[in-house]
T-cell receptor, first 115, second 108 residues
Framework: DVKVTQSSRYLVKRTGEKVFLECVQD?????MFWYRQDPGLGLRLIYFSYDVKMKEKGDIPEGYSVSREKKERFSLILESASTNQTSMYLCASSSSGDRDNSPLHFGNGTRLTVT | GEDVEQSLFLSVREGDSSVINCTYTDSSSTYLYWYKQEPGAGLQLLTYIFSNMDMKQDQRLTVLLNKKDKHLSLRIADTQTGDSAIYFC????????FGKGTMLLVSP
């Protein structure tokens, strides 16, 4: 079974802090993703990565950056946290093996509150 | 860009069948997916269907695909209280586009 592990289930940070959300997958997947989930807005893609040291902007990258130094780890960085970044953050991974069938496998999410 | 629409809420009684509907705009996806999210958890892949199929059955789950109308549905037979969750449909290639989710509430 694919396991995607997000390091924290709950985080509370102050406005202006630099925040790191960590995600590790154990299935040697090439692709990794960060989404945020908000009531009424569904899932929105922040950033994704198809390979180590590669990153692509998703639909809402503003205020975020990412780091992928190792294949299994994908970090989401909030350079200066703001209250509108209070949300549930979901990490996912997928394989590039079958280009047409690449279901995402999700972690359990990190609920971030910025006060 | 791609758009995926779902009804937001469905309430059923235990033992009834549930049908969750989804419409999408991008017909180029080869696979279409259904995910389930239980409270406080991430999304779990439930099932998927290949785009050249019109039906797939997996135990209590039946997926119907009408490619002409770009309509996807998930039927859950004999719905149980443990099926209460949010259900998402998703389409696309490596970056999936998700609907906003349908909250299914199953009452005893």
């Amino acid at each position: 079974d694919v396991k995607v592990t997000q390091s924290s289930r709950y985080l509370v940070k102050r406005t202006g802090e630099k925040v790191f959300l960590e995600c590790v997958q154990d299935m040697d997947h090439e692709n990794m993703f960060w989404y945020r989930q908000d009531p009424g807005l569904g899932l929105r893609l922040i950033y994704f990565s198809y390979d180590v040291k590669m990153k692509e902007k998703g639909d809402i990258p503003e205020g975020y950056s990412v780091s992928r130094e190792k294949k299994e780890r994908f970090s989401l960085i909030l350079e200066s946290a703001s209250t509108n970044q209070t949300s549930m953050y979901l990490c996912a991974s997928s394989s590039s093996g079958d280009r047409d069938n690449s279901p995402l496998h999700f972690g359990n999410g990190t609920r971030l509150t910025v006060t | 860009g791609e758009d995926v629409e779902q009804s937001l809420f469905l309430s059923v009684r235990e033992g009834d069948s549930s049908v969750i509907n989804c419409t999408y705009t991008d017909s180029s996806s080869t696979y279409l997916y259904w995910y389930k999210q239980e409270p406080g958890a991430g999304l779990q892949l439930l099932t998927y269907i290949f785009s050249n199929m019109d039906m797939k059955q997996d135990q209590r789950l039946t997926v119907l695909l009408n490619k002409k109308d770009k309509h996807l549905s998930l039927r859950i037979a004999d719905t149980q209280t443990g099926d209460s969750a949010i259900y998402f449909c998703a389409t696309g290639y490596s970056t999936l586009t998700f609907g906003k989710g349908t909250m299914l509430l199953v009452s005893p």
